[in-house]
């Protein structure tokens, strides 16, 4: 392994490039970061490709979805009182209107 060598022989970058062959001293660089952050095992990780768009949404309990439902069904009827409400008085002001004429 290219870090572990370099650690153990005290090898800079650039001799650790000729060593191995490698052209880039990136991929060295970013090596060595993976392996000071995550360990030998962060470098086994598969990182090529794109990134994933993001973690799906979490899940929420059980009793708060019911209960978010249970709102919602709530508020529909709500509004549906409120709409009929405001139907018969919108009524009532126009037969008071006739009543006058």
Not at 36 to 58: D, F, H, M, Q, T
Not at 80 to 101: F, G, I, P, T, W
Request: proline fraction near 4%; hydrophobic fraction near 35%; charge should be positive.
């Amino acid at each position: 392994m290219v870090v572990e060598t370099m650690k153990k022989e005290h090898l800079s970058i650039y001799a650790a490039m000729q060593e191995f062959g490698i052209n880039d001293h990136k991929i060295i660089e970013r090596w060595e970061r993976i392996y000071l952050e995550e360990g030998p095992e962060g470098l086994a990780i598969e990182r090529r490709g794109r990134s994933s768009k993001g973690r799906p949404p979490k899940q929420l309990p059980k009793q708060v979805e019911e209960d978010l439902l249970a709102e919602v069904q709530r508020l529909r009827a709500e509004n549906d009182y409120l709409k009929n409400l405001q139907a018969l008085v919108l009524e009532d002001e126009r037969r008071q209107r006739r009543k006058r004429r």
